[in-house]
């Protein structure tokens, strides 16, 4: 089930306490942040100086206070934590020829991950490096326990991630080498993230690995991170870090809030003017390119992408459809503002099952998600234009009839595509009936 943020909290860490005020205006967050060291200063009779923060002190001076007690990074843990796990002390050193290597089914994704996590593991980077030279680690010394392989043992290596992946993998360090096992590929990419957390440097500068057992799998089939780009843009080179940062977590839906009422960023190859008009300018865009690129990237890191194009709702970018949105009137009179999507033209779904159809062939996920949150009834209680189709249908005046109607007729139109799809619960609790059992909420 998806969550949403209800409310913005600003906290601040003072001496191990924690302390949060919620705020609903971002231009006073200063003032909730100094509101919040005073509560911290009565609370726990903290001198004046905001000590444990590092600021001055009221008054001059200038020297940093004491931060108290610090965290030390943990050293060869893998996170999360496995589902079983031993690791013992005997300690082993990678040597100069270590090498990824596979005893049966390969794949493009297998051979590029025994790439990117060389680079990583022996120079912190996913970059392909000059020569082994130029790593800062020592090499094993004469005698010294090491291993020089890694060997990856997979079934099969379906072409991209889904809700069903199986990413179960057994991993051990031994003496005599480091093993992966896994019924898939997102099995073996979860055990070589694995593998990568238990090396560290040892106190001489060699990279080392404890001799390790672990046998793993996800608790939760569906782990997402949820990114909005419409009401912030964030270019393509800061989604694959952050796609970066759900490997090292083991996440696996990058859930992609694409487009909202804010803006509308993705270039449609169909209607081009969406984002020509509906961006916040031409360099705020994702390009059909661009989006492939970011599938490519998720998909070789066993990261399902599930795009959101939210309707009949966060719409207002969408505007630049002639008659998609609903005129709102006031005193019988057109005001010039829109509302939702308008659900009693054909054109509506004509535009819909179109445009669809090409986000379906965009995105290879099975599921796309449909939104329909935060449908505000008023301007479709305004147009006199709904109102008699309401009474024609004998809504009478329950609008959440009239937005079942919609949803009905847009996920028959995804059932027609062979799409699979999601909605978000508050669908549901408007009173929306009739909606086909094979849903995600």
Same mark, same amino acid.
């Given at each position: 089930?998806? &969550?949403?943020?209800?409310?913005?909290?600003?906290?601040?860490? /003072?001496?191990?306490?924690?302390?949060?005020?919620?705020?609903?205006? /971002?231009?006073?967050?200063?003032?909730?942040?100094?509101?919040?060291?005073?509560?911290?200063?009565? $609370?726990?009779?903290?001198?004046?100086? %905001? @000590?444990?923060?590092?600021?001055?002190?009221?008054?001059?001076?200038?020297?940093?206070?004491?931060?108290?007690?610090?965290?030390?990074?943990? %050293?060869?843990?893998?996170?999360?934590?496995?589902?079983?796990?031993?690791?013992?002390?005997?300690?082993?050193?990678?040597?100069?020829?270590?090498?990824?290597?596979?005893?049966?089914?390969?794949? +493009?994704?297998?051979?590029?991950?025994?790439?990117?996590?060389?680079?990583? !593991?022996?120079?912190?980077?996913?970059?392909?490096?000059?020569?082994?030279?130029?790593?800062?680690?020592? &090499?094993?010394?004469?005698?010294?326990?090491?291993? *020089?392989?890694?060997?990856?043992?997979?079934?099969?290596?379906?072409?991209?991630?889904? &809700?069903?992946?199986?990413?179960?993998?057994?991993?051990?360090?031994?003496?005599?080498?480091?093993?992966?096992?896994?019924?898939?590929?997102?099995?073996?990419?979860?055990?070589? @993230?694995?593998?990568?957390? /238990?090396?560290? @440097?040892?106190?001489?500068?060699?990279?080392?690995?404890?001799?390790?057992? !672990?046998?793993?799998?996800?608790?939760?089939?569906?782990?997402?991170?949820?990114?909005?780009?419409?009401?912030?843009?964030?270019?393509?080179?800061?989604?694959? $870090?952050?796609?970066?940062?759900?490997?090292?977590?083991?996440?696996?839906?990058?859930?992609?809030?694409?487009?909202?009422? #804010?803006?509308?960023?993705?270039?449609?190859?169909?209607?081009?003017?969406?984002?020509?008009?509906?961006?916040?300018? #031409?360099?705020?865009?994702?390009?059909?390119?661009?989006?492939?690129?970011?599938?490519?990237?998720?998909? @070789?890191?066993?990261?399902?992408?599930?795009?959101?194009?939210?309707?009949?709702?966060?719409?207002?970018?969408?505007?630049?459809?002639?008659?998609? /949105?609903?005129?709102?009137?006031?005193?019988?009179?057109?005001?010039? *503002?829109?509302?939702?999507?308008?659900?009693?033209?054909?054109?509506?779904?004509?535009? &819909?099952?179109?445009?669809?159809?090409?986000?379906?062939?965009?995105?290879?996920?099975?599921?796309?998600?449909?939104?329909?949150?935060?449908?505000?009834?008023?301007?479709?209680?305004?147009?006199?234009? !709904?109102?008699?189709?309401?009474?024609?249908?004998?809504?009478?005046?329950?609008?959440?009839?009239?937005?079942?109607? =919609?949803?009905?007729?847009?996920?028959?139109?995804? *059932? $027609?595509?062979?799409?699979? =799809?999601?909605?978000?619960?508050?669908? !549901? +609790?408007?009173?929306?009936?009739?909606?086909?059992?094979?849903?995600?909420?």
């Amino acid at each position: 089930m998806f &969550l949403k943020l209800a409310a913005l909290f600003v906290c601040i860490l /003072l001496h191990k306490n924690v302390f949060c005020k919620p705020h609903n205006d /971002l231009n006073n967050i200063i003032r909730n942040v100094e509101d919040i060291i005073r509560q911290s200063q009565d $609370d726990l009779r903290y001198k004046p100086e %905001t @000590e444990g923060l590092g600021l001055p002190a009221a008054g001059g001076g200038g020297a940093a206070a004491d931060l108290g007690e610090t965290v030390n990074p943990t %050293t060869g843990s893998p996170w999360p934590l496995p589902q079983q796990i031993k690791i013992t002390t005997s300690m082993l050193f990678l040597n100069k020829v270590f090498k990824f290597n596979y005893d049966s089914k390969t794949c +493009d994704l297998l051979q590029m991950a025994f790439t990117r996590y060389y680079n990583m !593991i022996f120079y912190g980077t996913q970059q392909v490096p000059s020569s082994m030279e130029n790593s800062t680690f020592r &090499l094993p010394k004469v005698n010294e326990p090491s291993i *020089s392989s890694m060997i990856v043992t997979m079934d099969i290596c379906p072409d991209y991630p889904t &809700l069903e992946s199986n990413e179960n993998y057994t991993l051990s360090v031994a003496s005599n080498g480091a093993r992966i096992k896994a019924a898939t590929i997102w099995g073996v990419l979860r055990g070589l @993230e694995t593998f990568s957390q /238990l090396i560290y @440097e040892s106190s001489d500068g060699g990279l080392a690995v404890n001799a390790t057992t !672990i046998t793993d799998f996800p608790r939760f089939l569906h782990r997402g991170i949820l990114v909005d780009t419409s009401r912030h843009f964030i270019d393509v080179p800061t989604l694959l $870090d952050n796609l970066d940062a759900m490997v090292y977590n083991k996440f696996n839906v990058f859930h992609w809030h694409i487009v909202d009422d #804010q803006s509308f960023p993705y270039e449609s190859s169909k209607y081009p003017q969406l984002s020509n008009l509906g961006a916040f300018d #031409q360099r705020h865009t994702y390009t059909q390119d661009q989006v492939s690129l970011v599938i490519s990237y998720a998909r @070789e890191r066993g990261i399902r992408v599930v795009p959101e194009y939210d309707t009949p709702g966060h719409s207002q970018s969408w505007g630049s459809i002639n008659d998609l /949105l609903t005129p709102c009137y006031k005193d019988g009179k057109v005001t010039g *503002s829109f509302g939702p999507i308008n659900p009693i033209l054909n054109s509506t779904y004509d535009f &819909l099952k179109d445009f669809f159809s090409e986000v379906v062939a965009k995105y290879p996920d099975h599921y796309i998600h449909m939104g329909g949150d935060e449908v505000s009834f008023d301007c479709w209680k305004s147009n006199p234009d !709904i109102t008699a189709f309401m009474k024609e249908q004998q809504f009478g005046d329950d609008y959440a009839k009239l937005e079942e109607y =919609y949803m009905q007729r847009l996920l028959d139109i995804m *059932s $027609d595509l062979q799409a699979g =799809y999601i909605i978000w619960q508050e669908v !549901i +609790d408007n009173g929306v009936k009739g909606l086909p059992n094979r849903k995600l909420l």
